[in-house]
C-alpha cells in the first residue's frame, strides 16, 4: 500500500544543509496501522507529508498504491492525493468561511462535484456526532468539534490510505480518547489503511506497529501484539 524506499529529506539553510531525514525504508500493508512516534524535531510530520505527496524527497522514492509519487508533477500528485488520500491536521485546517457541511464536502467538491455529495456529508457529520450542527462555521465549533469535522472531510472521499498528524495534540484529555475511538473505529469499517504521527504512546499503541524516529533516522520497527 505505502512504500518508503531510501528517502530523505535536506533543507538548506544559506551555506548550511540541515538533514532531516536520512535513507528512511519502510512498508505499509493495506489495511494496516502504523504510528511514527519520536521526539519533536525527529522529522515525523516531514515524513508524513512526503509518505502523503504533499512534499518530495530530496531522494529516495514512495510509491502509494503502486504509483511512484516521485514520477509525478505537482498537479498529479493532488490528483491522487484526492483520489487516494486522507489527511487529518492537527491544527484541523478548515475554511472559515464554509460550513461544517461545506467543508466536508470539499475533497468531492474538487472533482467537480459528485452525485450524493450533500447526503454522504451528512451522514458522516452524523456518524461523528454533529447532525445538529452542519451549519455552524468552524468559529461555532469546538476544538473537538472541528477535529471532527476534519475527520468526517477526510473519510468522504473513501481514501484507500489515511494520514493524520497529531490527530489529537491539540485537544482535551476527553475529547482526545473520543476523536481516538472514532478514527479507529472509521478507520477499520471503511477498511483504510491508516499512518499517523503522534506524541501519544497510548494512542501508538493501539495501532498494529509502530516506527520509531531519532534524528532523522529509523531506528526501530515495532509490531504490536493487539488484544
Known amino acids: 500500500m505505502l512504500e518508503v524506499t ?5 533543507f538548506t539553510m ?3 544543509q540541515l538533514h532531516v531525514l536520512k535513507n528512511l525504508s519502510f512498508f505499509v500493508e493495506k489495511g494496516e496501522s502504523v504510528a511514527i512516534v519520536g521526539p519533536s524535531g525527529s522529522g515525523k510530520t516531514t515524513l508524513l507529508g512526503i509518505a502523503a505527496g504533499l512534499d518530495v524527497a530530496s531522494s529516495g522514492d514512495v510509491a502509494l498504491d503502486g504509483i511512484r ?3 509525478l508533477n505537482e498537479d498529479d500528485r493532488a490528483y491522487l492525493r484526492n483520489q487516494k488520500v ?5 491544527n484541523f485546517q478548515l475554511l472559515p468561511t464554509l460550513t461544517a457541511l461545506e467543508n466536508v464536502t470539499v475533497p468531492l467538491d ?4 459528485v452525485e450524493g455529495t450533500n447526503d454522504k456529508a451528512i451522514k458522516l457529520l452524523e456518524r461523528v456526532g454533529l447532525g445538529d450542527r452542519t451549519d455552524h462555521f468552524p468559529s461555532q465549533l469546538s476544538g473537538g468539534e472541528q477535529q471532527r469535522v476534519a475527520l468526517a472531510r477526510a473519510f468522504i472521499t473513501d481514501p484507500a490510505i ?3 498528524d497529531e490527530p489529537t495534540g491539540n485537544l482535551d484529555e476527553e475529547t482526545a480518547a473520543e476523536i481516538t475511538k472514532l478514527i479507529f473505529s472509521m478507520n477499520k469499517e471503511l477498511g483504510t489503511t491508516l499512518v499517523m504521527v503522534t506524541h501519544n504512546h497510548e494512542l501508538a499503541e493501539m495501532t498494529n506497529r509502530i516506527l520509531y524516529l531519532k534524528s532523522g533516522e529509523l531506528v526501530e520497527d515495532k509490531r504490536m501484539t493487539l488484544s
Request: hydrophobic content about 45%; charged content about 15%.
Open 69 to 71: 509519487l516521485n514520477s
Open 162 to 164: 489515511l494520514f493524520a
Open 6 to 10: 531510501n528517502v530523505s529529506k535536506v
Open 86 to 90: 486522507g489527511f487529518i491536521f492537527q
Open 14 to 16: 544559506g551555506n548550511r
Open 110 to 113: 474538487l472533482r467537480g462535484g
